[in-house]
């Protein structure tokens, strides 16, 4: 039963999550690839994004997702090498359609 609740949960929270306005603020530490592991994927989502983010974005199994970035906003290569032995990309976006930066 307590399952049941979690996951019920978990479901109205993504729900409620796309349904408001996501704004993403690199510059107060906020992370792009965390939102975005935290979003559904199979409903139309327009994400906002604000400030510089210094990351490798990655864009996997998304169906009409939407990145827009407020005045400002740029999105930088790391320094460092990615870990995860993916080709070197800054945005990389797989198995998804209707993807719109």
């Known amino acids: 039963m307590l399952k049941f609740f979690a996951l019920m949960t978990l479901t109205f929270s993504t729900t409620i999550a796309t349904a408001f306005p996501i704004v993403v603020n690199c510059d107060a530490g906020q992370s792009l690839n965390r939102t975005l592991s935290m979003l559904g994927k199979e409903s139309p989502t327009t994400v906002w994004v604000k400030g510089t983010c210094t990351e490798y974005v990655k864009i996997i199994g998304f169906d009409r997702l939407t990145l827009k970035g407020l005045q400002g906003a740029t999105l930088s ?25």
């Open 77 to 101: 290569q790391p320094s460092t090498d990615p870990t995860d032995g993916l080709t070197i990309q800054v945005v990389l976006i797989n198995a998804s359609q209707g993807v719109m930066l």
